[in-house]
């Protein structure tokens, strides 16, 4: 079956940074398009980040570009999201997410606190 398991999240001081990583199973990672996003307390989950198939093309949400990159590794069917500059208002829940096989897949997330 499919799982997605993100890891990396925790309490990092306001401009400092973290890198999250996002293991898939279950689906020909190489061929899924794969993106980053975040549900803060009290807001709605909103998109961060994307990158295609072959890792060649993303894009990002305006509120993260110029800080966080994201990237993945077929070989190990992985993806990631570097963090920098980091600011009290990134602090959120982050998940993973697989369209692929007709549906949405989810990871159960990780938590990432910017506090000082």
């Known amino acids: 079956q499919v799982q997605l398991v993100e890891s990396g999240g925790g309490l990092v001081q306001p401009g400092g940074s973290l890198r999250l990583s996002c293991a898939a199973s279950?689906?020909?990672?190489?061929?899924?398009?794969m993106h980053w996003y975040r549900q803060a307390p009290g807001k709605e989950r909103e998109w961060v980040a994307f990158i295609n198939n072959g890792g060649g093309g993303t894009n990002y949400a305006d509120s993260v570009k110029g800080r966080f990159t994201i990237s993945r590794d077929n070989a190990k069917n992985t993806v990631f999201l570097q963090m920098n500059s980091l600011k009290s208002e990134d602090t959120a829940v982050y998940y993973c997410?697989?369209?692929?096989?007709?549906?949405?897949?989810w990871g159960q997330g990780t938590q990432v606190t910017v506090s000082s």
């Open positions: 279950g689906f020909i990672f190489s061929n899924t398009n």
């Open positions: 997410r697989a369209p692929t096989r007709g549906r949405e897949y």
